[in-house]
């Protein structure tokens, strides 16, 4: 038996293209490097709770909670510290009703979280959650029919009244995510004829009927109470659909788009970038995605720091400028510390 010996033929010619070049170094690596990821890049939601003094943990996932609103103060300057610049607001009424009234009141949790956080970190950007399952006892987005289902074009004078009142209680941005038609429109002439024309509507502008919002419903204390919400959220299996929501929502007055779930619709994140390249585009990295790989880490089968800034950077490089995630305060202290 003769020895192996390597094959001339096989070495590469003089002057080949070696893409590694450019790998060889962690200096040379962040030289070339096309996605960023900043703590400014995250919005962190946030569950507010009627009460004081409360730290609710969710038990579905590990690291968040729900808060009451004398504790957001402290919450937003750590977030402010870290280079966190936005929150995504959630509201647990004291009382669920069939018309969701809690939803816009003056006094409520959200509008009294608005203010509260809007004291503490004036430079904070407070964006609201706009839907009203949260409100509603039986944990639908809209008010419904005699059959149970949601009802459309009278759903929309409420999510404008709760926009108005999250606009007149100081919110920056609302986020309307129940896809309700024309909810877009709706909201921004309810917030144009009261004056809020500096309020800026960020639209979920496709959401997918997903799984992987298990762990939000213990979060939010949400889940409907029957059926679920496929007449309204899209179909996982459609993708040109997405195009067709996000283009009614632009020329509804959208400024500012949103794909949720992320990771399991990265194409269509992408798509929606190339279609509309001077939107902003968000994408939410959802409780379930969050609590796979919390429950991986703590089972030692994933190391989590490097998976959790892989899944941003994923989310990222498909095209998303900001990244709603429960991540938000570990990823901005680790991208502080240095990879
Ligand atoms: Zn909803």
């Not at 033929?9 to 200096?27: D, E, N, Q």
């Not at 009424?93 to 956080?117: F, M, T, Y």
């Not at 986020?175 to 960020?202: C, F, K, N, T």
């Not at 632009?250 to 399991?264: F, N, S, T």
Request: charged share 25%; hydrophobic share 45%; proline share 5%.
């Amino acid at each position: 038996m003769t020895s192996f010996q390597p094959l001339d033929a096989l070495r590469m010619a003089p002057g080949a293209k070696r893409p590694r070049r450019l790998r060889r170094t962690a200096a040379l690596r962040d030289l070339v490097r096309e996605t960023t990821l900043e703590p400014s890049d995250f919005v962190q939601p946030l569950f507010v709770v009627p009460g004081d003094d409360i730290r609710n943990p969710i038990s579905s996932m590990p690291g968040v909670e729900q808060l009451s609103v004398d504790r957001l103060a402290g919450e937003a300057r750590e977030l402010v510290a870290l280079g966190v610049k936005a929150v995504l607001l959630f509201g647990i009424p004291s009382a669920k009703d069939s018309h969701g009234s809690e939803s816009c009141a003056e006094d409520g949790v959200v509008q009294q979280a608005i203010r509260a956080l809007k004291d503490a970190s004036p430079e904070l950007v407070v964006a609201t959650d706009v839907c009203m399952c949260e409100y509603t006892d039986h944990g639908h987005c809209g008010l419904l029919d005699a059959e149970g289902g949601v009802l459309n074009d009278e759903t929309l004078e409420v999510l404008a009244r709760i926009a108005i009142s999250h606009g007149e209680a100081g919110a920056d941005v609302v986020a309307p995510s129940g896809m309700i038609d024309g909810m877009v429109g709706a909201i921004r002439a309810g917030l144009d004829a009261e004056g809020l024309h500096s309020v800026a509507i960020l639209s979920y502008a496709v959401k997918y009927a997903s799984a992987f919002y298990g762990p939000f419903r213990e979060a939010a204390e949400g889940a409907p109470m029957f059926g679920d919400r496929r007449s309204h959220q899209m179909d996982p299996a459609n993708a040109r659909e997405a195009l067709r929501e996000v283009t009614l929502d632009v020329e509804e007055g959208a400024d500012a788009l949103m794909v949720k779930p992320a990771l399991g619709y990265l194409d269509v994140v992408r798509s929606v970038r190339e279609r509309f390249p001077e939107l902003p585009l968000a994408a939410y990295n959802v409780s379930g995605e969050y609590a796979m790989v919390k429950a991986a880490a703590a089972n030692g089968w994933l190391d989590e720091r490097a998976a959790v800034l892989e899944v941003l950077t994923g989310i990222r490089r498909a095209g998303a400028d900001l990244v709603v995630t429960y991540h938000a305060k570990d990823a901005a202290t680790w991208l502080q510390s240095g990879r």
